[in-house]
């Protein structure tokens, strides 16, 4: 009864979706903990949607993988000499360099313009050793050179592949740099890197949070409000220099609302709460039931992508040590007991590719023939046994009398998910493994304080999606560097752990290896490596579920540009004469 009271009052209490007043209402199953930060130091697949809406970089790809002058007055290409390679003698790129010119209506919301320093500035801070950026690659290796007041040209030394197609992100140092020069103060010579730690959040959050919305944006949209729990709301920037032709006719207000229940989510979309659910909304079959039930109402699509779902596996810290899983025979014996081909045929109609390696079949580098990890109970069992760990009188593994008895995490409410994880729990019993479901809000999940500090042994198993482009797939996810610790402010993404002395040196030279064919025997290796030892148990490559009304122009995405809000400025509705430029494919 009360969930029934509950769920009516937030119908009634929602505002009414639809074109009336050239708005758009998006429903969500994430809340970010943060938006708006330049250094995207919150991993959180929500935080960069909602941030597409607010953000503008000096380029951008459209849905065909095509780059377009945002920021910059135009694209650097070979061509027009904005783009240059240097080689020695024996023909190998050395360095290579990227010149932008700074358009000159382009402006932050306040109206200040963006400038050389915004860049350089962010550059700076980027490299820092006490901001924990998930990856400071390849902005290690830039220098930022001024040639007049609008125009730069940014150098890599060693040389960055993607150079011509990758822009720099900026931040609004007329507005962050007081605070910054305080916290540099603070921090310089802090030995405690919890301290720094906690002096950053302390900074970041002064800019990015709902009680601190960020104070400037550069993108088509800005903050407005955002009530915690509830929804966050977006109005048009009209100092945005990249409108389309009568942009009074397009979006000018867009609202988030959060709904941690996707089950909740879909009784929005159904009964017309919603004009669109985000790529971080539905599950699968929630899509499928909703296609099913349309009648013109709304239309579901299914977006192939590059949504790695799989489950890292903690090898950090004595916890791990004792129950083997820093040993690649553990990470297989758990992955042999499992019937992947099963779960998707049962959860997704067989329609979600399996996978056995972080690299999907719609990037070039896609390895086929690696080890296929097929359910093969009786390989599990003697991988358990090789390792010491023997069935008790209840069944469950045991060895030096302690129980084979792992964690096993995800995001709460998420429906798919949770009913991924009862299935599996179900099969590693069947072969004496005990799971136990610990769930967590996504904010907890993705937050500081739960994966990247695996050491600390607050999980064993963590389910949750990576979300790669494609395009520019570097295998930085796996470095050795990228491993979160104190030291590095618990910065990388390479929350399994996982060291790999020749995955790093191939890693190292396919980020200068510009010859196509070269590159992909390179990530051949790396994946072979990589699939051998199985520091994620890899499950399958999603298709990202969205559902929108019709009359929605310009709401679309692929693997390459990922989020709808890549092409905020232009999202509208027709009824109110947006023009339709995009259609989802």
Known sequence: MKKTLALTAFLLGAALAGPANNSLVVGTSQEPPNIYDPWNTNNLAITSEINGYMGAGLTYQDDDGVTKADIATRVPTLANGDYKVVKDAKGDVIRNSVTYTIRKDAKWSDGTPIKIADFQFWLKLENDDRVPVPDRDPWNRAKITANDADTFTITFEPPYLFADQVSPGLAPSHIMSAAWNAFDAKTKNEKDAKVTNEEWKKFISSFTTARNLPKVVAGPFKPTAWRTGNSLIMTRNPVYWNQP????????????????????????????????????????????????????????????????????INARGQRAKDLDLDDPRMRQALLYSIDRDALVKALFQGKQAVSNSWIGPVSKLYKKDVTDYNLNVAKAKQLFAALGWTPGSDGILQKSGKKLSLNFSTTAGNSTRERVQQILQAQWKAVGVQVNIQNYPASVVFGPDFLSKGESGKWDMAMYAWTNNPVFEEGNLWKSEGIPTAANGYSGQNNPGWNNAEYDKLYKQAKVEFNQADRIKLFDRMQAIWNSEVPSLPLYFRVNVYTKVPGLVNYTFSAITQYPSWNAANIGWASKGAAEEYKQK
């Open 245 to 312: 032709k009568n942009p009074e006719n397009y979006l000018q207000t867009v609202t988030y609302r959060f709904i941690p229940n996707t089950n909740t989510l879909k009784v929005n979309i159904l009964s017309g709460q919603l004009d669109a659910v985000s790529a971080v909304g539905l599950t699968f079959d929630q899509g499928t039931d909703l296609a099913r039930n349309e009648r013109n109402k709304y239309k579901t699509y299914f977006v192939p992508g590059a949504v790695w779902e799989h489950i890292d």
